[in-house]
Every structure is written in structure tokens, then in C-alpha cells.
């Protein structure tokens, strides 16, 4: 092989590996920690049982648009994942401001 085709081999397994880096997070996977953080928090009495009704019902409702995102499209289309993305900040922010407000009961 030669010097320039194995340079342009290299730089174009180099950019398949940065675009692969650069993917956005699996939505299933993040769905399942944010439960997990949800759990975690009803299990360590950082979330009021209120607190943890209210995040597992936008959580329901999250899988919910998920699930007809996906069912209605053969998948889930760019403008989708990035509004569900959105979705995911909004709802994991909301987890993290609830376990340490401090609140108990």
C-alpha cells in the first residue's frame, strides 16, 4: 500500500472514530439511569415520596413520547433524539435539583 493510501486509510478510520465519539447517548440507557437516580433517591430519603411520585410520572410520560416517536417513524428521526435529549436535560435537572433541595418527609 502506499504512503498516501494508507494516510488517507488512517485519517478516514481517524474520523469514523471521532463521529462515533461524538454520538449522541443511547435513549433507552439514559432513560434507565435517570430511574435509577430516581430509586436511588427514594431509597437514600433525598426525594419526598411527592417529590418521587412527580419525576416517575414526567418519567411515564417521557417513555410514553419515546415509545410513539419511535413506533410512528420506523425510529427515531434527528429532530426527534434531539428534542428528547432536551427532554432528558430538563427532566435530569430536575432529579438532581430535587435530591438536594434538602426537603424530608
Do not use: C, H, W, Y
Not at 434507565?32 to 436511588?40: G, S, T, Y
Not at 434531539?82 to 435537572?93: A, E, F, P, W
Amino acid at each position: 500500500m502506499s504512503k498516501k493510501g494508507f494516510g488517507m486509510l488512517a485519517a478516514a478510520a481517524l474520523s469514523v472514530g471521532l463521529l462515533s465519539a461524538q454520538a449522541p447517548p443511547n435513549v433507552k440507557a439514559r432513560q434507565d439511569k435517570q430511574d435509577a437516580r430516581i430509586e436511588a433517591g427514594k431509597a437514600d430519603g433525598s426525594l419526598t415520596k411527592r417529590e418521587a411520585n412527580r419525576l416517575e410520572a414526567q418519567d411515564k410520560a417521557l417513555d410514553a413520547k419515546i415509545r410513539r416517536d419511535r413506533k410512528d417513524g420506523g425510529g427515531l428521526s434527528v429532530k426527534e433524539r434531539k428534542r428528547i435529549q432536551k427532554l432528558q436535560n430538563k427532566q435530569s435537572k430536575s432529579i438532581k435539583n430535587q435530591r438536594s433541595d434538602k426537603q424530608t418527609k
